[in-house]
């Protein structure tokens, strides 16, 4: 065989990419996971409370945890954004990289999780960088006894806002809908935050400042003012597919984006398998856990798949016929 054609190529560095990895290293699959950074989305986090065996860990920490993982079991890591991925005449796949570079593989698994949303109002881009923020535990740090705001009403924007709440001066919660949907976790943390002010029914206009945010203004009066002053955004509205490889691919997706997925995480393009928060999958519920789960899901197909290839009946399809569990 072609030593440079993989068996699976996994797109993304997050959990499921990292499970996958894993389990593929398991079935002897030769394997390499790529992507432009370590960890994904859940990297981002400051604080993982709900992963089996870890009360508490940061989001970078069980990141590397899994990475490490990989890498004792075998997996080769390529840091390299893939803008390209074709299918080839006999069946293999074509993915070139930002920098023109090219990598074989008889499958690929799209981990390639979610980007953040933007509010796509008036200043945002503008300020990016400059007290615009989309990540807490990245920026928080910045903001060290100043006044933010934290856009959002999800388990991001909660978890952003009870971090800022040990950092900033003043946390101003905003969101739009009536009542907070996050965690009742971080309900109770944040309600009991003299720091933390909530406003609901509440939406951010537009973002004001000459070389940094000085200024936000709401669609609903607060105290009276149309504007509030802060010194920093951090805008957790949560997330949404990235397009362009499914795009390449042209995989089915849902009317959101998402990859529609089987059971066994295949897509709609043969040799082609998506895990994680990019997919139908988990009831759309997105955690680490979920993600690793299909992640490993997605290397036992293309086990199966691989070998079905090679006419070579594998242990899980004939444990699957006498109904064991393995
Ligand atoms: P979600 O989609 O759950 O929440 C997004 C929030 O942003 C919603 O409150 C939504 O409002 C609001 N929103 C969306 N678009 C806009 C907009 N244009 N303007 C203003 N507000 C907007 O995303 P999350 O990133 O919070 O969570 C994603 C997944 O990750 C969830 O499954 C979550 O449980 C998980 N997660 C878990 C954590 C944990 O600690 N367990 C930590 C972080 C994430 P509305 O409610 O009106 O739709």
């Not at 899980?316 to 064991?324: F, L």
């Amino acid at each position: 065989m072609d030593k440079s054609m993989y068996d699976i190529v996994i797109v993304g560095m997050g959990p499921a990419g990292y499970t996958a990895s894993i389990y593929a290293s398991r079935y002897k699959l030769k394997n390499q996971v790529i992507g432009k950074l370590m960890g994904g989305l859940i990297g981002e986090s400051h604080k993982v409370c709900n992963y089996p065996t870890e009360d508490e860990i940061s989001g970078l920490e069980l990141m590397m945890k899994m990475q490490q993982h990989a890498k004792n079991l075998g997996a080769s890591e390529l840091y390299e954004g893939i803008v390209d991925i074709q299918r080839r005449t006999d069946g293999t796949f074509c993915l070139t990289t930002e920098q023109g570079n090219k990598t074989y593989g008889r499958s690929v698994l799209l981990a390639t999780g979610l980007k953040h949303r933007t509010l796509n109002v008036p200043g945002e881009q503008e300020l990016r960088g400059r007290g615009v923020a989309y990540c807490a535990t990245c920026d928080g740090f910045f903001y060290r006894n100043k006044t933010v705001a934290v856009i959002g009403g999800g388990d991001s924007a909660l978890s952003a806002a009870v971090y800022l709440s040990e950092i900033a001066k003043k946390v101003y919660l905003i969101y739009r809908g009536e009542k907070l949907r996050g965690e009742p976790a971080w309900i109770d943390l944040l309600s009991g935050s003299e720091k933390v002010e909530i406003l609901c029914n509440t939406n951010v206009t537009a973002i004001h400042g000459t070389n940094r945010v000085e200024r936000i203004d709401l669609d609903q009066p607060y105290n009276g003012a149309s504007s509030l002053n802060i010194d920093g955004i951090f805008i957790e509205i949560g997330a949404e597919p990235d397009r362009t490889l499914i795009s390449s691919l042209g995989l089915e997706t849902d009317s959101k984006g998402y990859v529609v997925v089987g059971p066994d995480q295949s897509t709609s393009l043969d040799g082609v398998y998506a895990a994680g928060d990019i997919t139908t999958a988990s009831n759309y519920f997105k955690q680490v856990i979920t993600a690793s789960s299909e992640g490993a899901i997605a290397a036992q197909s293309i086990f199966s798949y691989l070998s079905r290839q090679t006419g070579v009946r594998t242990s899980v399809e004939t444990a699957k016929t006498i109904k064991v569990r393995v």
